[in-house]
T-cell receptor
Framework: GAVVSQHPSRVICKSGTSVKIECRSL??????MFWYRQFPKQSLMLMAT?????????EQGVEKDKFLINHASLTLSTLTVTSAHPEDSSFYIC?????????????????FGPGTRLTVL | AQSVAQPEDQVNVAEGNPLTVKCTYS??????LFWYVQYPNRGLQFLLK??????LVKGSYGFEAEFNKSQTSFHLKKPSALVSDSALYFC??????????FGQGTELSVKP
């Protein structure tokens, strides 16, 4: 089936630094990628939608200057948390949606990465 | 506004017993509904979806879900629970463009 990877799986950084998280579709072309944020034992909150070659669309309340999203190719999207602070500590998950008829046996069309645990000290 | 709700934070089931994880939705038009499972510190795994057609949808790992339009529900079920089914389960509704909105999540605990 379609595979989405994220790198790094976990990162610890100092307050004020910037952190880049990569999301890659390994065996399909992802025309759309989504970035989610999840606090412990809570639901996923959609942060933004990115389409290859165009600016990301951010959800209400998400600061686009703080969470920079780039979707430069059909297999790679990056999320950069700028000037990170402890309150940005969270689990960040991306998902990718393929072009055309990318789907698995049960009709899944959106594939999730394994997540990145960000801890800001 | 379109949304999904999972009324139970936690469901406890004995191994071998049937399990049900509840989900209700509020959408305009025809709903596109999904169930995902999440294991600790992992991303989401797709279980099944309802778009149209049969109200009973079969999915991965022996799970199934029943779409009930009159009750606006989409409960997840499995006839015989396994300890390995213990995880966090999310119901979701899909918007145009593929955007998913998730319910609060239900933690399923299956005891031997």
């Amino acid at each position: 089936g379609a595979v989405v990877s994220q790198h790094p799986s976990r990162v610890i950084c100092k307050s004020g630094t910037s952190v880049k998280i990569e999301c890659r579709s390994l065996d399909f072309q992802a025309t759309t990628m989504f970035w989610y944020r999840q606090f412990p034992k809570q639901s996923l909150m959609l942060m933004a939608t990115s389409n290859e070659g165009s600016k990301a669309t951010y959800e209400q309340g998400v600061e686009k200057d703080k969470f920079l999203i780039n979707h430069a190719s059909l297999t790679l999207s990056t999320l950069t948390v700028t000037s990170a602070h402890p309150e940005d500590s969270s689990f960040y998950i991306c998902s990718a949606r393929g072009h055309g008829r990318t789907s698995d046996t049960f009709g899944n069309e959106q594939f999730f990465g394994p997540g990145t645990r960000l801890t800001v000290l | 506004a379109q949304s999904v709700a999972q009324p139970e934070d936690q469901v406890n089931v004995a191994e071998g017993n049937p399990l049900t994880v509840k989900c209700t939705y509020s959408v305009s038009g025809n709903p596109y509904l999904f169930w995902y499972v999440q294991y600790p510190n992992r991303g989401l795994q797709f279980l099944l979806k309802y778009i149209t057609g049969d109200n009973l949808v079969k999915g991965s790992y022996g799970f199934e879900a029943e779409f009930n339009k009159s009750q606006t529900s989409f409960h997840l079920k499995k006839p015989s629970a396994l300890v390995s089914d213990s995880a966090l389960y999310f119901c979701a509704v899909r918007f145009q463009g593929g955007k998913l909105i998730f319910g609060q999540g239900t933690e399923l605990s299956v005891k031997p």
